[in-house]
């Protein structure tokens, strides 16, 4: 069971859902939300019910391409993790994968640990490289 | 104040979409030699400042007044915008900036927002001068005697070199 692959453009941010094999939420470019980041929470809260829906295990949310995002839309991030801990019905665990290059990822992962518990997995990772061709 | 302490002076449109470009100008503008992190800090700084001065400011003055510069050890950034002087937004940001200073360190008045954000997801606001003052490392400060403007500083020590703040 897997995320149905659809590919959002808002701004300067691109969204793909179902990416990587299905599991992955692929997040990049900058993330600037107005008005409480209402599309933002309907994505977050449509993902979420997908997953509890497909009962899936693990939700991967790669924000290695995001190099910024204002404060209105990480709140999204720590509402998805209030959905996350509140649906009794949701057995998913959310896996986070950042770039250590960006401070303000590396800063404000740490503070969400405290709000996932033992239902959020932080990876930090750089960027692949793509391989040059020989 | 000498002229030369001034980094970066700009009047800002009250465009949305324009803050990407001057958080990044921050960026940029921060004295030579500082490190990647304050730099990156002093641009998010600017943009979420940026956004509440496009969000709740009044249209007159037109422009936001934007200014980086060097005070001593420290760099500064302040951000002026027009305001209703009875507005609830005007003392929904006095009280932010309290509500932060009240605490004993940034990281706890931060835990202590998102831990509003998680209980409260339809709360509006106030994420945004907290993530200044801990993610920022800023001390925030908020003037509003000058009827019909409010202008807010953000100041943190200026860390330069290649290494981590």
């Not at chain 1, 986070?96 to 800063?107: A, F, G, K, T, Y």
């Not at chain 2, 956004?51 to 007044?65: Q, S, Y």
């Not at chain 2, 002087?85 to 706890?108: K, M």
């Amino acid at each position: 069971m897997k995320l149905d692959l659809r590919e959002i453009q808002r701004g300067s941010a691109r969204i793909v859902v179902g990416a990587q094999g299905g599991r992955t939420v692929e997040i990049s470019g900058i993330l600037r939300e107005h008005d409480e980041g209402l599309w933002l929470k309907m994505l977050v809260t449509d993902i979420h019910a997908a997953a509890v829906e497909r009962r899936l295990e693990e939700v991967t949310v790669d924000l290695r391409g995001l190099t910024y995002c204002n404060a209105t839309a990480w709140k999204c991030f720590v509402q998805w993790l209030r959905l996350l801990r509140e649906d009794a019905a949701a057995r998913y665990g959310l896996r986070v994968i950042s770039n250590p290059d960006q401070r303000w990822q590396l800063v404000g992962m740490a503070a969400l640990r405290a709000f996932g518990a033992d239902r959020l997995v932080i990876d930090h990772r750089r960027p692949d490289v793509p391989r040059r061709p020989r | 104040m000498n002229k030369s302490d001034v980094l970066l002076e700009r009047r800002v449109p009250r465009d949305w979409d324009g803050i990407d470009a001057i958080r990044e100008e921050v960026a940029r503008s921060v004295a030579a030699g500082a490190d990647e992190d304050t730099r990156e800090a002093m641009g998010m700084v600017a943009a979420e400042l940026l956004e509440n001065a496009v969000k709740f400011g009044t249209a007159r003055p037109e422009e936001i007044g934007l200014t980086l510069r060097l005070d001593g050890p420290d760099i500064e950034l302040v951000v002026e915008n027009g305001v209703d002087p009875g507005s609830p937004d005007l003392r929904s940001l006095l009280d932010r900036v309290a509500w932060c200073n009240a605490f004993a360190s940034p990281e706890e008045a931060y835990m202590a927002a998102l831990a509003d954000v998680y209980a409260q997801p339809s709360a509006r606001g106030g994420l945004g001068i907290v993530r200044i003052v801990y993610e920022g490392g800023c001390r925030v400060s908020c003037d509003a005697s000058r009827p019909g403007l409010v202008s807010v500083t953000a100041r943190r020590a200026l860390v330069t070199g290649g290494g981590a703040s």
